[in-house]
């Protein structure tokens, strides 16, 4: 009987630890996934704002490049114009910053001081004549080779807009005074107007971008577009660069990623699935235990039944290490009782009777119910008289009867007793031969009445 609950507890601790390993692995794998969802929404968010970062990069890096290269060909008329008509710089001027808005002022120094500075008053497109430039073109590849341009930091103008001050030197490439220093080109781009261009043409409404014009910390002091969420918080970052200067752009993407639960959703659909299969394993379980209870069991008293009775006995057959006795129990007039008070009643005087051997027994004996009002008794290690335990029960079972409904209800018992091995050698002559002595003992009572 230890034996045969010891299995028990090392089945259900088995279950028990199948269950938390199933969990363990669960919680695992949707973590695991959780985590490569995760990661995936997070790349995606990363390219969307890469996508987006690089293309204004490349507008922005283009425009100021044109522009950049337009307003520099005007030193190249000046290079190969020692002696220059001014009235046609203006138009060169003039068509210059018609076609690239973003060069807000062309300024002309030479050694003797300011030749002219462009716009002077404020021109409209359609009052400035269109010059063709095809005609000095071919010499700005010359003209740029010579120069060396300076570009300076960004700064506010004091008409409130971002500027970008480029200077470039004049080198004279006419053949009598090739290579000798002329002058200098500054030209005023308008920075602001050029970047809010490029955010029209790359449609990045969900985007904040800032630009700084160091690598190096502080970034934020170097800043001059932008604002300083957008650096701290940037989703992505470039480099832009344009004659040799080099700019540090940022993106912050105003979708942000998920956050909580909608940052999870592998996890929101993942755990209540688990806990479902981990109930429906541990109700398959209990399920199991049931259905292999009920085999082993009586529904109605809940003592061990015949198959679980016969089963302890083999085994303590099969150990041949001590002798045991059975005590075959057969209850008296329990038909009369079952027949003037109903089933119901019957079914509580055999719950009742139940109850009190059990009460009687040693923890270690088995009390099973093997017939309708027959019980039986396992009595391991028993070597001395039975008879005085079959005595006690008898009268155990007459001292308490049952009370119902202001009626008692007497326990009247006959009980047989057999002995392993002296009266049989298995489980089937051993219940035989307390049923006939039971019977023999009744039998013996009512000659006696």
Known sequence: MKLKQKIKRKALKHAQMLLIAIAIAGISLVEFIDELAYQRLKQAHYTESMNALAMFRSELEQRLTRSTQSGLALATYFSVNPAPNLSDARLVSAEIIKRHPAIEQIRINTKQGEAFVYPVVTFYNDQIPRLQLSSWADQVDLAMGLSREKIEKPSYHSDGYLGLRIKSPIYSSFYLYQGYFWGELNLQLNLSRTLERVRRIVDAKNFDFALTHSDNPPLIESRFYGSDNTILNHDAKLTVQFYGTRWSLFGLNNNP???????????????????????????????????????????????????????????????????????????????????????????????????????????????????????????????????????????????????????????SSSIGVAQFPVNGSSADELLKFADNEMYKYKKSRADMR
């Open 257 to 411: 990623l998920p956050a909580g639960i909608s940052a999870h959703p592998v996890r929101v659909i993942g755990y209540p699935l688990l806990a479902v299969l981990l109930l429906l394993l541990w109700l398959l379980i209990r399920s199991y235990r049931k259905i292999r209870s009920s085999a082993f069991t009586d529904a109605l008293t809940g003592l061990p039944n015949r198959r679980l009775l016969i089963d302890r006995m083999q085994q303590l057959i099969n150990a041949r290490q001590q002798a045991f006795s059975v005590l075959f129990i057969d209850l008296n007039k329990f038909k009369p009782i079952n027949d003037t008070y109903g089933h119901q009643v019957g079914d509580e005087f055999l719950v009742h009777v139940a109850k009190t051997l059990s009460g009687a027994c040693r923890k270690g004996d088995t009390v099973a119910r093997v017939g309708g009002d027959e019980f039986v008794v396992l009595l391991p290690g028993n070597e001395g008289d039975v008879t005085v335990v079959r005595d006690k029960l008898e009268l155990t079972l007459e001292q308490n009867p049952l009370h119902w409904n202001g009626i008692q209800l007497d326990i």
